[in-house]
């Protein structure tokens, strides 16, 4: 009785195993691609198998089809769950800290940070908001395909911007003279 034990449990090592060395390296590409380190990889794909095994002894595998994807998509959904949780709590040092004398115009300081959003970004605000062009010919002059791309790429830009003063909590007050 117990080497029916021993071969269960050296079957269940060996699974795993196994499935560890085919699935593994999917995963770290995925999770390096979408910023992660190796120990992140590693310790996701560990929760990964964990999960996996826990419905495995609840026996609600019955329909996975493929075993690699099945795992991946837990990968993923981990990965999204841990960047979430992780982005909230980022050091100060992390990001870019620019400090503006205080003695600077307002104007000065709208203009410094519509800079940040890119050479492109401040040409296509100028646009709509400076020489308040329609968007039609915001379509035309910057060759976008249509009036919909136009307005993402607005926001896009809009968001940006907003995403720095956010970074370098600023505040309405900050802009007035």
Known sequence: MNNTRLSTVELREAFFTALYKKTFPTVARYIARMGGTQTEAQ??????????????????????????VYLLGIAQKLWFRHYKANSRNQALSDFDTVVLPDELPASE??????????KKCMELLKAYY???LPTEDVVKEFGYSGLHSATVAKYKCMEKVRDTVKRNSLYYADFIE
């Open 109 to 118: 300081k709208i203009l410094h940070y519509l800079g940040t959003a890119g």
């Open 130 to 132: 400076y020489d308040r």
């Open 43 to 68: 310790d996701i794909f560990q929760d990964t198998l964990i999960i996996y095994y826990e419905k495995i002894a609840a026996q609600q595998t019955s329909n996975i089809i493929n075993e690699q």
